[in-house]
């Protein structure tokens, strides 16, 4: 008699979604191809192919992962609980790397499934950052708990197993909170994404964390409080295997998502392993990572990053003003750094991203664009991008706010950095909403993309590429209306994914509309891109060497003639604090340092 096929008998589908959120008009942000791939969905779809690798669930149960990002997929839940029904009933969603401005969408998504009988699981910064920082559990996540929906506080790394056989026993507890118990990272399963999930995106890249924790206090950051102070670290032999893995498929572009990667304890085996791999294997290998405005100081550091093959950096600048830094606890930013910091980055071949906070209490309309000016004359930022100062869950600042009763939006999707969320001491919710869009047009201006290239001609940098960068950089914000960050291309709206309450429009109110966009936004966007172009075509043409106050190496005079450092009192104090220390180690024939 013919034996059947050897095989599993049973199915348990595990969807990991990473949710998208809601624009202004209530429909989801979706692209087409959006950035880049989100290292969460690439962190869970790692740990769970280890799980399926190892029949978790048992011999005859295979476990069938798929992978979907919102930003450049539909999800549709009555699929997905059919698809689970007609398989015999056994699957779980994971909303994964909810934000907060993500929770209201990861609500309506978990809804459905809910009522059809569908686990769903959600995790990240949100439900982490609120168990972690609040004394009692917020009213959208009872909300979630009395619908069924569980939630994982806590890091994934050694508890998937767990999660997924209480999932398939039926007893997934509503509340799992790990955020005492944060796991070590040595060994464990690496981010990976297949080629098809990567592909939904932008350009062949993939992203990974080789650590995670940060040593500073900023009192805005949600990231040490879900995260943890102390550094846990990948290993060289990890970051090599998932490299490896993602070469082999052709993905050559990485992001490590480090939110400080210089603070890594582990960034020199890293950087060591890479530089072999590229070094004395010839492999193609670029990263783009994140670090702290004093990375320049670690030695090594830079010039390593430089050969590992970081060719553009994510720097908290924050703000060049130090009172503002003090007041949010970033005293490690030392403005007297920020010059010699930009330029190190560039000898090594890396550009340059700032991230720049507007809403400090002590920014009014005005001193916010004076920075500007200050920023664009005197500091090499090939690329700017502001956010507004927001009190994220998990961050002190929200705690300090939330324990003192203080006024705070109550809409969760409005938290994405790019709203008001809570009153600023001087200014209008408009006044500072007006100013933060005015920024992005204050600094990506023609005479400023100019510089920017001229500059980036000087150091050896592609003016072509340069161009592209701050086109789009200044596109999405100024067409799309949303931060780079959330960008893509070609914007994807559908009538039936609104949020609700916010009203079905009917198709002869949706479509002409949406028609009407599409052509007004390509024909903007036409209109930017030629005026690029023409600054492009004269930068090109030049010949004459490029130098300006930016590029100018650091000199001792620049002290008394800078204007970031004469434009408040504070930047003058730290102006002599340094010169104090400056003739101190002269004093004891210590080398010149601008420490
Ligand atoms: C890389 C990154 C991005 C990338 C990709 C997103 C991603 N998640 O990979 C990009 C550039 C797209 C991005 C954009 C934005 N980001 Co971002 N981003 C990050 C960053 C630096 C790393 C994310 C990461 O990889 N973390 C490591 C993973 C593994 O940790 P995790 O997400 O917490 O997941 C673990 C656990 O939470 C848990 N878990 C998570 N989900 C699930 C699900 C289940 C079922 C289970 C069991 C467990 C589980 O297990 C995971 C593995 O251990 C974080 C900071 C940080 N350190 O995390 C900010 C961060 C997440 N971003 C943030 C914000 C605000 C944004 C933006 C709104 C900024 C803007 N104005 O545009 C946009 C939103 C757009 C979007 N679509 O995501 C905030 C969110 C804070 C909050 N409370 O909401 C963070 C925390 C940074 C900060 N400023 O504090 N971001
Ligand atoms: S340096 Fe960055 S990651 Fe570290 S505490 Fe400050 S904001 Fe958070």
Redesign the pocket.
Known sequence: MKQPAAGPREVFHLFLI?P?HYDDDGYVIQWARS??P????A??YGLALDCAERKVLGEDVEIRITAWDE?NTRIRPERIARTIRESGGRGLV?????????FPRAMDLARPLRAAGVPV??????V??CLAMLPEIPADLKEALDLGIAL?A????G??DE?LRATYRGDLPTLSDFMKDLPGLEGAAVPYLPLDVIRRTSGTRT?F?AG?GCPFLCSF???IN??GRKSRSRSADDVERLVRANLAQGVHNF?I?D?NLARNQNWQPIFDRLIRMREEEGLRIHVVA?VDTMAHKIKGFVEKAGRAGVNRVFIGLESINPDALKEARKGQNQITEYRAMLQAWHRAGALTYAGYILGFPGDTPETIERDIGIIQRELSIDLLEF?ILTP???SADHKKLHLAGVEMAADMNR????HVNTRHPTMTDDELLGSYRKAWDLYYSAEHVERVMRRAKAWGYDPRNMMIKLLTFHAVPRIEGV?P??GGLFRRKRRRDRRPGMGLESRLAFYPRLARDVLVKHVRFARMYWQHWRILRRVLRDTEPYVDVATTPVQDAEFDEMQMYQTTATARIQVDKLRRRQSVRAAAGAPASSD
């Open positions: 990473k998208s950035s880049i989100a290292n969460t969905l962190t869970l930003t994971g909303l994964v790397g909810v934000q907060t401005n993500q699981c959600i995790g990240g910064f949100h982490s950052g994982f806590g890091e994934a790394e508890r998937l999660v992203s964390d995670r950051c949600t990231i879900v995260q992001f998502t939110d994140q956010f994220l869950p998990g938290y994405d950095l790019t931060h960050l959330e």
